[in-house]
């Protein structure tokens, strides 16, 4: 009887381990892989490097006093808007004033001098002509003539020094751009004896470039005109285009690290705004292929020297030997062995 209840036992066993192993194998494919299908994308060739955005030349302007004097006004801050013509400073204008009334003056006063030398050389020409004044005299009148002009033009010239001086005092934007420095404050005094003193920077954020620092043993295959694409950590999904526009002939060394400097202009999309000293990740294309019909290299594998993918054919899985062409980080181009639109599974 024990025997009998054995065997039953046993049976009932295999029964049940019979049942799990064949519910598991009748279960669908598909509920075990994640799969992909095979498209056409634009496959391309990179070479990529760091460089860090920088403001083109001439967009980044240090904007200073050519008079000196006392700083009687600044009216901007650091992160304000300008345009070009904006006032950013004005100094203490008095004595300039003073300046171009003394010229005033005295532009006034030569042109008295000059008319009356004129009144002069007319009655002694006259005079002359009727042999009541030597020829002497005549020559000494016109040449009072004469100085009494230049001294018209020095004094014409003086007015205009003063004016142009004066309006000195009134600092204004050469570009448009955001404040990016101020230098100085109200109140204090700036001397524009030797240099002129700095007031405020001023950069235009709409003209920046990256300057990328390539390697040495890639810096042979970049050239003007080039295609690149960078992005910049505070917008790590966005990808900027950008042309290379220039290469600069001598190489920067750091440490035993040679790397020449490529520069590369890009227009700034208005919903994003990248900013100077920003670090630039660059990918420089080197060659494209459009239409390329590829796969994510996740779904090669590799045995005895060949690849192959598992592929769906009707209701099961076979395994497909393929000819694998261009290869970037995330895909492979597929020469041989796949059609567009077949699954295949990812490993």
């Known amino acids: ?131 009541l004044a030597t020829p002497q005299e005549l020559d000494s009148a016109r040449g009072d003539l004469k100085v009494a002009r230049a001294r018209v033009e020095l004094a014409e010239a003086r007015l205009r020094s003063a004016r142009i001086d004066l309006g000195y005092t009134r600092i204004t934007a050469p570009i448009r751009g955001v404040i990016a420095d101020i230098s100085t404050r109200e109140g204090e005094t700036v001397a524009a004896a030797f240099a002129a003193p700095k007031f405020v920077t001023i950069v235009d954020l709409s003209r920046l470039e990256v300057r990328a620092y390539v390697d040495e043993t890639d810096i042979g295959r970049i050239f003007i005109g080039q295609e690149a694409t960078f ?13 290379v526009t220039a290469i600069q002939p001598k ?24 900013r100077p000293e920003m670090t630039a990740h660059v990918r420089l294309v080197m060659d494209r292929r459009e239409g390329a019909l590829t796969v994510p290299r996740e779904v090669l594998r590799r045995r005895d020297g060949r690849q192959y993918v598992m592929v769906k054919r009707g209701d099961s899985w076979q395994e497909q030997i393929v000819r694998i062409g261009w290869r970037t980080n995330r895909s492979a181009e597929v020469l041989d062995g796949l059609a567009e639109g077949e699954v295949v599974q990812v490993n």
């Open 1 to 131: 009887m024990k025997r009998v209840l054995s065997l039953v036992i046993i049976a009932a066993i295999g029964a049940a381990g019979w049942f799990a192993l064949t519910s598991r194998t009748s279960a669908p494919v598909e509920a075990s892989f994640e799969t992909v299908r095979v498209s056409r994308q634009t496959l391309d060739r990179t070479v990529t490097a760091t460089g860090v955005i920088r403001p083109v030349v001439g967009a980044e302007i240090e904007v200073g006093s050519r008079v000196s004097g006392m700083v009687r006004e600044l009216p901007v801050r650091v992160g304000d808007q300008v345009e070009a013509g904006d006032l950013l400073a004005v100094l203490d204008p008095i004595g300039f004033e003073a300046l171009v009334a003394q010229s005033e003056a005295d532009l006034a006063l030569a042109r008295a001098q000059w008319e009356l030398s004129q009144s002069s050389e007319r009655r002694i020409a006259a005079l002359a002509g009727k042999g």
């Open 251 to 274: 190489a920067e060394i750091q440490g035993s690290v040679v790397n020449y400097v490529v520069v590369l202009r890009f227009k700034t999309p208005p919903e994003t705004t990248p």
């Open 231 to 243: 992005s910049v950590d505070t917008y790590p999904d966005k990808a900027f285009s950008a042309k």
